[in-house]
């Protein structure tokens, strides 16, 4: 019989359960979106429904050999040890609210955000956990409580998943991975291990914080979901480091990026740990039990698919997400109309949290297929910048990029990322590689995949490849006006 490798991928908005054969096909999923705030029934629901249609399709739910788990990052969540019992609603990766607090931090040294960057590998920013702890803890009484207590439980979005999913307060498991650790400015980079000078530098006691285990062994059995009970744990990943994992980016100088709610890009930088002089986060890509951990480069876009939304939902220009790719058709250019969507700031490469989303260039003759046309632009611009640091950073350029995630699915959205960067875009035909990475990361500790090499011919049907149709001096052009609608974006809050 086959094996089959079950994945929880609990996004930013949605929750879903995906299971993979070995081949990397998908099987079945099951997905529902949720409002922004935790806990909530999603990934239980998905699972169970997951779960009816994969035995309708007459497989065996004993035929599952290990479930993977990746998450959105950064997003802090608290819970007493004791009750078990959330203390405050998630803190999501993109909210700004720790904006006053990272200006304070940054004003205590002539390094600026820039204090921490050789323990941790991260500026000071609002992105990262530690600054949504420390505000919890300043701004809680009952969080501030349980951490003098003792009760206090901390983790980002995985490891909430799994203390409930192995027991919670019956045993749960209270761990995280190296990847998720390593996006939390908690860790050693280096040593990957909980730092005291960064959690002093906080505030923050270790006993709160899980322990970290590698992205790929096996952690422990699901004892709260009766359709699943049983069956091992097998892999943690962070979502961007679960698309490196599932585009198999495994050699240094391989390149991808996710396209969802924000965008994403990661370089493997091997066993190399690179510490970016161009606005780069330096970050661990994977560890896979006791192999050699791999590091990696990120650029980080906190708006890409969410502009979309906003469009959708803010805007009422269209009422569909896929009604974008319709209306942006319709006109060969955006008639000189920019949108720079820095609704929480910018991040890579420009870190510049004063800036705010800004629409240049309109006149009489914009419309709103100009105004869509800007907002699949807008990504890939960005995503151009941050090419162009990790180009500068290692002085030979990216030859091709991996992409994925959902607005991959257009395919005028990536024709028009190849005309901007210069390059070739490789776009897989099964585009669930964030919930192939953490599966892949789970088979491989249960050895359904014995090695890297054996991961080789997963997911390799149907990959398709944009390349750039305008010129190299139509692409640059367009990049510096971009650059100058950037500029305009700045010094607003």
Not at 155 to 168: A, E, H
Not at 181 to 200: G, V
Not at 205 to 224: F, M
Request: aromatic content about 10%.
């Amino acid at each position: 019989m086959p094996s089959f490798i079950g994945s929880i991928d609990q996004g930013t908005t949605s929750s879903r359960f995906l299971i993979f054969d070995e081949i990397g096909t998908l099987i079945v999923q099951h997905q529902l979106e949720f409002p922004q705030y935790y806990p909530n029934p999603g990934v239980e629901v998905c699972i169970k429904k997951a779960i009816e249609k994969f035995i309708k399709k007459g497989y065996s739910v004993n035929d599952i050999k290990a479930i993977g788990i990746t998450n959105q990052r950064e997003t802090t969540l608290v819970w007493d040890k004791v009750t078990g019992k959330s203390l405050y609603n998630a803190i999501v990766w993109c909210d700004i609210r720790t904006h006053d607090l990272v200006h304070e931090l940054n004003s205590k040294s002539p390094l600026g955000a820039e204090v921490l960057k050789e323990l941790c590998g991260l500026p000071i920013t609002t992105y990262f956990s530690a600054l949504k702890l420390k505000w919890l803890l300043d701004n809680d009484s009952k969080v501030k409580e349980a951490h003098d207590k003792g009760t206090l439980m901390f983790g980002n979005v995985d490891t909430w998943l799994i203390w409930n999913l192995t027991g919670g307060c019956n045993g749960g498991l209270h761990i995280t991975d190296v990847t998720n650790a390593s996006r939390t400015m908690f860790m050693d980079i280096k040593k990957l291990e909980w730092n005291e000078e960064l959690l002093k530098f906080f505030g923050v006691k270790s006993n709160c914080l899980p322990r970290i285990c590698s992205s790929s062994e096996v952690y422990g059995q699901i004892k709260t979901i009766e359709a699943i009970k049983g069956i091992p744990i097998a892999g943690i990943l962070g979502d961007q480091q679960a698309a490196l994992v599932g585009q198999k980016c495994f050699h240094h100088g391989e390149a991808k990026n996710t396209y969802g709610t924000g965008c994403f890009m990661l370089f493997n930088t091997g066993t190399d740990i690179v510490i970016s002089k161009k606005g780069l986060l330096t970050t661990v890509g994977y560890k896979f039990g006791n192999e050699p951990t791999i590091y990696a480069l990120e650029g980080s876009i906190a708006v890409a698919g969410s502009a979309v939304k906003w469009v959708r939902d803010n805007l009422g220009i269209i009422k569909d997400a896929s009604e974008i790719n319709e209306l942006a058709s319709k006109v060969k250019d955006t008639g000189g109309v920019y949108f720079v969507t820095a609704f929480s700031g910018l991040f890579a490469p420009y870190w510049r949290d004063d800036a705010r989303g800004c629409i240049v260039g309109i006149t009489q003759f914009t419309n709103k297929s100009h105004i869509s046309r800007a907002t699949l632009e807008a990504v890939c611009f960005q995503t151009k910048a941050i090419l162009e640091a990790i180009n500068s950073e290692f002085g030979f350029p990216l030859k091709s990029l991996k992409v994925d995630g959902g607005m991959t699915n257009s395919d005028l959205c990536m024709q028009i990322q190849a005309d901007i960067l210069g390059i070739d875009v490789d776009r897989p035909a099964m585009r669930e590689t964030t919930a192939l990475g953490a599966a892949m990361a789970a088979g491989h500790a249960v050895g359904v995949w014995k090695s890297l090499d054996g991961l080789s011919s997963v997911n390799t049907q149907g990959r398709m490849l944009f390349s750039p149709h305008i010129t190299k001096e139509e692409s640059e052009q367009r990049y510096n006006v971009w650059q100058k609608a950037v500029e305009r974006s700045l010094d607003w809050a």
